[in-house]
């Protein structure tokens, strides 16, 4: 008796280790300015997915999830998997942790997984896809102050504009970093609706939306900095590409813009 239970044992024991949740990716070292994708798949069906925090990335795409089932002689086979695009928020050395999924009432984890994040990379494109204008010259992050020389407790206000080609569209945008006014008592100004307006910019034409307005009271004398503002930018940009009606097409691309620091005297 005391033999078969250590032959069931076994038994189980291999049931169990057949059983596979793995994460792979597209690759493990890739630019800034490039996507990476992820899969986890699972040769059982399982329950209770939980996808890690992917820090250090933002999630572009997915999730996505597929299953396929065959039978091949007499032997059937299964797949599940969920995928990702990820855009890297940083350089170095990036981890993306476990997942989690349930299968047959025990948990299962995939590995972590590092990867490598270098300064943006020079990808190739499609001629026809190539954008028209530049995204470097199509948009500009600008912090307009009203006064340069306040004395202590004068109110200024601060204004960031953010500035676009009338080429290109804005689909999202995100703060990376946002301004921290020490030496400041700061009062936010609601902006309930973002309005596009026309203006001008080093002497060209743009439009121009206000995305952030602050007033500041200066708690001391001599020389004060603001720090600037980041955002990161999804934009669409048209091509030499046309559709089957002449219209022109657009690709999406992403750019990075930053306010330079403001000094007050």
């Given at each position: 008796m005391k033999k078969y239970i250590f032959l069931l044992m076994?038994?189980?024991?291999?049931?169990?280790?057949?059983?596979?949740?793995?994460?792979?990716?597209?690759?493990?070292?890739?630019?800034?300015?490039?996507?990476?994708?992820?899969?986890?798949?699972?040769?059982?069906d399982g329950d209770n997915f939980s996808p890690p925090s992917f820090e250090g990335f933002r999630i572009v795409g997915g999730p996505s999830q597929q299953v396929s089932q065959s039978w091949i002689n007499g032997r059937s086979s299964f797949n599940k998997s969920y995928s990702y695009f990820l855009l890297p928020t940083q350089k170095g050395t990036l981890t993306i942790r476990q997942a989690t999924v349930e299968i047959n009432?025990?948990?299962?984890?995939?590995?972590?997984?590092?990867?490598?994040?270098?300064?943006?990379?020079?990808?190739?494109?499609?001629?026809?896809?190539e954008p028209q204008v530049s995204a470097d010259d199509a948009i500009h992050l600008v912090a307009e102050i009203s006064k340069g020389n306040p004395y202590v407790n004068e109110?200024?206000?601060?204004?960031?504009?953010?500035?676009?080609?009338?080429?290109?569209?804005?689909?999202?945008?995100?703060?990376?970093?946002?301004?921290?006014?020490?030496?400041?008592?700061?009062?936010?100004?609601?902006?309930?609706?973002?309005?596009?307006?026309?203006?001008?910019?080093?002497?060209?034409?743009?439009?121009?939306?206000?995305?952030?307005?602050?007033?500041?009271y200066p708690q001391k004398s001599g020389k004060l900095e603001i720090e600037p503002l980041s955002l990161d930018i999804d934009i669409q940009v048209p091509t030499n590409r046309r559709n089957i009606f002449g219209q022109v097409q657009l690709v999406e691309d992403n750019k990075r813009v930053s306010a330079v620091a403001k000094q007050l005297q």
């Open positions: 076994i038994s189980f024991q291999g049931l169990f280790a057949q059983i596979q949740f793995e994460a792979k990716v597209s690759k493990n070292t890739l630019g800034l300015n490039e996507r990476l994708r992820i899969d986890f798949t699972m040769n059982a009432g025990q948990i299962y984890k995939t590995n972590p997984i590092k990867i490598n994040v270098t300064a943006a990379v020079e990808q190739p494109r499609d001629p026809n896809e109110p200024i206000t601060v204004v960031y504009k953010l500035f676009f080609s009338y080429n290109i569209g804005i689909t999202n945008w995100r703060e990376l970093n946002k301004p921290k006014y020490n030496d400041f008592w700061s009062q936010n100004i609601d902006i309930k609706q973002l309005v596009a307006e026309e203006g001008r910019y080093k002497g060209e034409k743009y439009r121009y939306i206000v995305l952030r307005k602050t007033v500041l």
